[in-house]
């Protein structure tokens, strides 16, 4: 491992996310009892043109509409990604993952302190995490969020939910 680099996502980014996110979503959302399979999450649309150029779009629009994306490098390879949101009446720490081989080493920590330096420290910071990932769970309680309420729940595909939480963190 080289010295992680926390930067801006750039155009040139998104097949390294999107690979980062299919497989963070393969190591971590499988689950026996709500019946999510390694299948469910392969049958996302990972490699089509339309998450391609979704993915364009928002780094062309990184920073606009108070949404800020980061990337945590090690050398040219994407093995960290974050998004936060500063919304009307609360922030957002929308997403962090980490690859699975790259977890533990801080890289999330470096990722999650990056983007809330940005936030409005006058307004709540909000974060929804898969119920039963007890790892992020216990990584967003370290950085002094408390569970609060049932999430929305997210979409994998075929209609099946992930449920998920709710997370605080007062300003």
């Known amino acids: 491992m080289t010295e992680i680099k926390i930067l801006n996502i750039e155009l040139g980014d998104e097949s390294g996310i999107i690979q980062l996110l299919k497989e963070t979503w393969l190591a971590t959302y499988p689950n026996k009892e709500y019946n999510i399979t390694r299948e469910d999450i392969l049958k996302k649309d990972w490699g089509s043109k339309e998450r391609f150029e979704k993915w364009k779009k928002i780094i062309a629009e990184n920073g606009k509409n108070g949404v ?19 919304e009307k009446d609360y922030n957002e720490l929308k997403i962090i993952y980490v690859l699975p081989e790259h977890q533990g080493k ?51 595909s075929n209609g099946k ?11």
Do not use: W
Request: aromatic share 12%; with cysteine.
């Open 68 to 86: 800020f994306n980061f990337v945590a490098k090690d050398g040219n390879k994407i093995v960290g990604f974050c998004q936060v949101v500063k």
């Open 106 to 156: 801080g890289i999330g920590k470096m990722l999650a302190n990056r983007a809330i330096s940005l936030l409005d420290f006058s307004k709540d910071t909000i974060v929804e995490v898969v119920k039963y990932d007890k790892g992020a769970i216990e990584f967003y309680k370290k950085l002094g969020f408390v569970k609060f309420e049932k999430g929305k729940g997210h979409e994998v």
């Open 161 to 171: 939910i992930m449920p998920t939480i709710r997370m605080n963190r007062n300003s």
